[in-house]
């Protein structure tokens, strides 16, 4: 019971701090919206050309976008020595990561959700039968990029060069997640069927609970060390 | 019963050892100030007491509790106000007050949170950010957190730094209150005048020795 208050205390924490500050959507924001800025620009596509290329677009903006909501996410513990405070609270570490996991998740996917009408009009993509499932993959891809990205954000924190790290750490760990999202991006957008891209929904559902299981157990020595 | 016991305790960052063969106790109902030049290890001890970090060898426990091995017993059974205030910019008072309480597995009631700021002298700003928190608010607040919690041991880095005159009172209204009531209290301080009013025992930790000191030490000697 005190493991799942603690999950809804620390997702709590950050949404209204980030509701009041709104310091990391909208750096987020605004990041992906120069990326999809600079990349409907350098390209000029037909439809069908944009269907090939969008996926891949699509998911280097969102997990760009992502590091930086990421970044924020235990840096922003260490103002008035908060990380500390998490530290040495008797709070089951696990619920801290996975509530952070949660925020994390709803910061990204918000932004994302307002990108991606961006991405349509700019790339003159008709997607309105595939969104739904367009959704799921984001959700799925999303959820991927933050659990082990909330990891690494906690164990780079205190490295002075954090905004270097954490995406060189993060993205080679990611590249499973990033490949099985594009793929199933591809697959969505061009109207395929589902059975054609089945196996990569299911690879980034494994992905999911593997790096959270793993994320989780993780957190703990980190928070510790 | 001993509430924080070390044993040999030493603490080392690469060559420079901060802290060597430490050994002390402090008992339930009791109130420890530890006096001692800066870079002398008495932050760095308070943070091992808190697990913050460990110790490079030795010991310690705090009521019974492993401090190593026991970790998640040992945070249940104690608090450290410490410079920085562990208060979230964002969040108002109360709010921080109710945060700081689930993460312990709480959720105090709007007439304990009341009762907790009014006892800090802060009553009044319940409602504000901490972002428009001055130091001794912060020092306040962090001193309401603690009429919350009461718990069987605190650790005070500095706790009169920042206060106030009628801030400092309180502070040390509350150690009384709580020591009363069977808590342990270790205070690290550079005000002799201020300790001297709540302490039962007093230390100077000085060149890697922990050396007792008399309560009239406090008032005439030179510690270090």
């Given at each position: 019971?005190?493991?799942?208050?603690?999950?809804?205390?620390?997702?709590?924490?950050?949404?209204?701090?980030?509701?009041?500050?709104?310091?990391?959507?909208?750096?987020?924001?605004?990041?992906?919206?120069?990326?999809?800025?600079?990349?409907?620009?350098?390209?000029?596509?037909?439809?069908?050309?944009?269907?090939?290329?969008?996926?891949?677009?699509?998911?280097?903006?969102?997990?760009?976008?992502?590091?930086?909501?990421?970044?924020?996410?235990?840096?922003?513990?260490?103002?008035?020595?908060?990380?500390?405070?998490?530290?040495?609270?008797?709070?089951?570490?696990?619920?801290?990561?996975?509530?952070?996991v949660?925020?994390?998740?709803?910061?990204?996917?918000?932004?994302?959700?307002?990108?991606?009408?961006?991405?349509?009009?700019?790339?003159?993509?008709?997607?309105?039968?595939?969104?739904?499932?367009?959704?799921?993959?984001?959700?799925?891809?999303?959820l991927g990029l933050s659990t082990v990205g909330t990891l690494f954000?906690?164990?780079?924190?205190?490295?002075?060069?954090?905004?270097?790290?954490?995406?060189?750490?993060?993205?080679?760990l990611a590249?499973p997640v990033?490949?099985?999202?594009?793929?199933?991006?591809?697959?969505?957008?061009?109207?395929?069927?589902?059975?054609?891209?089945?196996?990569?929904?299911?690879?980034l559902a494994v992905f999911d609970v593997v790096f959270t299981v793993v994320s989780f157990w993780a957190?703990?020595?980190?928070?510790?060390? | 019963?001993?509430?924080?016991?070390?044993?040999?305790?030493?603490?080392?960052?690469?060559?420079?050892?901060?802290?060597?063969?430490?050994?002390?106790?402090?008992?339930?109902?009791?109130?420890?100030?530890?006096?001692?030049?800066?870079?002398?290890?008495?932050?760095?001890?308070?943070?091992?007491?808190?697990?913050?970090?460990?110790?490079?060898?030795?010991?310690?426990?705090?009521?019974?509790?492993?401090?190593?091995?026991?970790?998640?017993?040992?945070?249940?059974?104690?608090?450290?106000?410490?410079?920085?205030?562990?208060?979230?910019?964002?969040?108002?008072?109360?709010?921080?007050?109710?945060?700081?309480?689930?993460?312990?597995?709480?959720?105090?009631?709007?007439?304990?949170?009341?009762?907790?700021?009014?006892?800090?002298?802060?009553?009044?700003?319940?409602?504000?950010?901490?972002?428009?928190?001055?130091?001794?608010?912060?020092?306040?607040?962090?001193?309401?957190?603690?009429?919350?919690?009461?718990?069987?041991?605190?650790?005070?880095?500095?706790?009169?730094?920042?206060?106030?005159?009628?801030?400092?009172?309180?502070?040390?209204?509350?150690?009384?209150?709580?020591?009363?009531?069977?808590?342990?209290?270790?205070?690290?301080?550079?005000?002799?005048?201020?300790?001297?009013?709540?302490?039962?025992?007093?230390?100077?930790?000085?060149?890697?020795?922990?050396?007792?000191?008399?309560?009239?030490?406090?008032?005439?000697?030179?510690?270090?």
């Amino acid at each position: 019971m005190i493991f799942f208050r603690v999950i809804q205390w620390v997702v709590w924490k950050d949404l209204i701090s980030e509701v009041r500050s709104r310091e990391t959507i909208s750096s987020m924001f605004f990041f992906a919206l120069i990326v999809i800025l600079v990349f409907s620009f350098s390209f000029s596509m037909d439809q069908q050309a944009a269907r090939e290329l969008i996926s891949g677009i699509i998911w280097v903006a969102f997990a760009f976008t992502g590091i930086i909501g990421l970044g924020k996410s235990f840096s922003a513990e260490l103002q008035n020595d908060c990380l500390e405070f998490l530290q040495m609270s008797p709070a089951p570490k696990g619920a801290v990561y996975l509530g952070k996991v949660a925020a994390n998740v709803v910061f990204m996917v918000t932004v994302e959700v307002i990108l991606f009408p961006m991405f349509v009009i700019f790339f003159n993509l008709d997607v309105v039968e595939e969104l739904p499932l367009l959704l799921l993959i984001f959700l799925l891809g999303t959820l991927g990029l933050s659990t082990v990205g909330t990891l690494f954000s906690a164990m780079t924190v205190q490295i002075r060069a954090r905004e270097v790290m954490l995406p060189i750490l993060l993205l080679p760990l990611a590249v499973p997640v990033m490949i099985a999202a594009v793929e199933a991006t591809r697959g969505a957008l061009n109207g395929n069927p589902m059975a054609l891209y089945r196996h990569w929904l299911e690879l980034l559902a494994v992905f999911d609970v593997v790096f959270t299981v793993v994320s989780f157990w993780a957190f703990e020595f980190i928070m510790d060390s | 019963m001993i509430a924080v016991r070390g044993l040999q305790v030493s603490k080392s960052y690469g060559h420079f050892q901060v802290l060597r063969d430490l050994s002390f106790e402090i008992a339930t109902g009791e109130c420890y100030a530890l006096f001692g030049p800066n870079g002398s290890g008495k932050t760095t001890l308070l943070r091992i007491l808190a697990t913050l970090h460990r110790p490079s060898t030795g010991r310690f426990e705090i009521m019974g509790h492993d401090g190593v091995t026991e970790r998640e017993a040992v945070r249940s059974n104690l608090l450290l106000l410490a410079h920085g205030s562990y208060l979230y910019d964002e969040l108002n008072a109360v709010e921080n007050l109710r945060f700081a309480m689930a993460m312990r597995g709480a959720s105090p009631t709007d007439r304990q949170i009341k009762l907790a700021l009014d006892h800090a002298g802060i009553g009044a700003f319940a409602d504000m950010k901490i972002r428009q928190f001055s130091a001794g608010m912060k020092k306040r607040l962090a001193l309401a957190k603690a009429v919350l919690v009461r718990p069987q041991v605190l650790l005070l880095d500095e706790p009169y730094t920042s206060l106030d005159e009628a801030g400092m009172g309180m502070m040390n209204r509350f150690i009384r209150d709580i020591v009363k009531e069977g808590a342990a209290v270790l205070m690290t301080t550079h005000d002799r005048a201020k300790s001297a009013e709540v302490a039962h025992r007093a230390g100077v930790l000085s060149k890697d020795v922990l050396r007792p000191l008399t309560l009239d030490d406090l008032r005439t000697n030179d510690l270090f």
